[in-house]
């Protein structure tokens, strides 16, 4: 075949015959990442002639990457937005050719950090980790003022405003916006595997990132240390949780009531369950339901007597170990957290921000059916029943049923 000019077209995939050598071995292989979002992709390259992208593996290679999912939500939204089929769109030649001369088949990570020891086998996530020390974040959301170092987190930042939930449960009405939340909910509500076990102490995960924070309450290893007052923890996460309290930023705004949120994705789902009534946590034990799982926990709790958070400067127990931790700043706390409007102190920030709300009036807590607003969540928890008619709080004695558990207490005091 010749083109118009008559110069002979070049074939650029080889024929298949017998002597055609076999593939080559897969050159860039995928690295469950962390929660600081270095997760590498899955490529098969068999040469320059035949490249075949993310999105077109074989049945057998979608199987075993399906065993090998990221180990955090963060790292498994990268995993996805490598395998979606926009990013292959904008997938160009050069670059995979550019990150094939980059690495090898013994791991190397030519791509170093000029601000740490930092390195990687490819130059987008060294440009990625960079934005840290630089502060450079390129991916802008144009409805509101959250930006990121990396394109993917974009992609999921837009869910919160959309409030899209593609992914769904098979066995419940359970909805997400994350493929992984999605294969977590289904291990942990509908099956009884936790394929990551504690060797002291018998706790089960069906997380490994999880498995490796518990083990470090066994260790009091404590890892992970904020540069700016020196607060130290053994979860990756609560760390990047409690620097963006210095920074005050709160890029996570609800798209019904306009409440922002610094913490993360989880807590504005969380809000927005506030306006959809969904509770899609449910006891094993009664018809109790939740819109928040550890609400479900400390709930069941009761029915089984559970209280393993215990304690060790006194006999205080608790099924929670948020209580736990506030409890200890009874016997070891210093109030640093200090009102900027008044003398106020507390050893909590969040009764700080509690009664700040008394001097600004704010009340970023609106209900989805009605006007009704409230500074604080539990309020606007309780409000909801109203519409709902829910009932959870049952007296043991007689057929009372109520809305609120001093209800509850009262009509035991009373009558019983």
């Known amino acids: 075949m010749a083109a118009t000019d008559g110069t002979p077209l070049v074939r650029v995939k080889t024929e298949v015959t017998e002597e055609t050598e076999p593939p080559q071995p897969c050159l860039l292989e995928y690295q469950p990442g962390d929660s600081s979002g270095q997760a590498e992709h899955i490529w098969t390259y068999s040469g320059p002639a035949d490249l075949q992208l993310p999105g077109e593996h074989s049945t057998e290679e979608k199987l075993a990457s399906e065993k090998s999912l990221p180990a955090t939500e963060e790292s498994q939204l990268e995993y996805n937005a490598g395998n979606s089929s926009?990013?292959?769109?904008?997938?160009?030649p050069s670059s995979v050719e550019e990150s094939l001369q980059g690495t090898s088949q013994h791991g190397d990570k030519p791509y170093k950090c000029d601000y740490c020891n930092y390195a990687s086998a490819y130059k987008r996530d060294l440009l990625r980790h960079s934005g840290r020390h630089t502060g450079e974040k390129p991916f802008k959301c144009e409805q509101c003022t959250f930006s990121s170092t990396a394109k993917y987190?974009?992609?999921?930042?837009?869910?919160?405003?959309?409030?899209?939930k593609p992914f769904k449960c098979e066995f419940c009405d359970f909805a997400t916006a994350y493929k992984y939340s999605l294969k977590k909910h289904t291990m942990s509500e509908h099956t009884d595997e936790?394929?990551?076990?504690?060797?002291?102490?018998?706790?089960?995960?069906?997380?490994?990132?999880?498995l490796q924070s518990h083990i470090r309450t066994h260790t009091g290893e404590k890892p992970?240390?904020?540069?700016?007052?020196?607060?130290?923890?053994?979860?990756?996460s609560t760390l990047t949780k409690h620097?963006?309290?210095?920074?005050?930023?709160?890029?996570?705004?609800?798209?019904?009531?306009?409440?922002?949120?610094?913490?993360?994705?989880?807590?504005?789902?969380?809000?927005v369950r506030t306006h959809t009534g969904e509770k899609p946590y449910k006891c094993l034990y009664c018809n109790f339901?939740?819109?928040?799982?550890?609400?479900?926990?400390i709930h069941m709790a009761k029915h089984t007597g559970e209280k393993p958070f215990a304690c060790d400067q006194c006999s205080y127990r608790t099924a929670?170990?948020?209580?736990?931790?506030?409890?200890?700043?009874?016997?070891?706390?210093?109030?640093?957290?200090?009102?900027?409007?008044?003398?106020?102190?507390?050893?909590?920030?969040?009764?700080?921000?509690?009664?700040?709300?008394?001097?600004?009036?704010?009340?970023?807590?609106?209900?989805?059916?009605?006007?009704?607003?409230?500074?604080?969540?539990p309020c606007l928890a309780q409000h909801m029943k109203t519409h709902t008619g829910e009932k959870p709080h049952k007296c043991d004695q007689c057929d009372f049923s109520t809305a609120y558990k001093r209800s509850l207490r009262l009509h035991v005091m009373r009558y019983h």
């Open 86 to 92: 926009e990013a292959n769109k904008n997938l160009q």
């Open 289 to 297: 339901t939740s819109a928040r799982k550890n609400s479900v926990d």
């Open 194 to 210: 936790r394929p990551h076990i504690c060797r002291e102490c018998g706790f089960s995960t069906v997380n490994k990132y999880n």
């Open 153 to 164: 987190r974009l992609v999921s930042h837009m869910r919160t405003h959309t409030l899209e």
């Open 320 to 377: 929670d170990k948020p209580c736990l931790v506030r409890h200890m700043l009874t016997h070891n706390g210093d109030k640093r957290y200090k009102c900027h409007l008044c003398d106020y102190v507390s050893v909590r920030k969040s009764d700080v921000q509690v009664h700040i709300v008394k001097h600004s009036g704010e009340k970023p807590f609106a209900c989805g059916v009605c006007n009704y607003r409230t500074a604080y969540r």
């Open 224 to 236: 992970f240390v904020c540069d700016v007052c020196g607060y130290r923890t053994g979860d990756r």
């Open 243 to 271: 620097r963006k309290s210095h920074t005050g930023n709160k890029p996570y705004m609800c798209g019904v009531c306009g409440y922002k949120t610094g913490w993360d994705l989880t807590s504005l789902s969380v809000h």
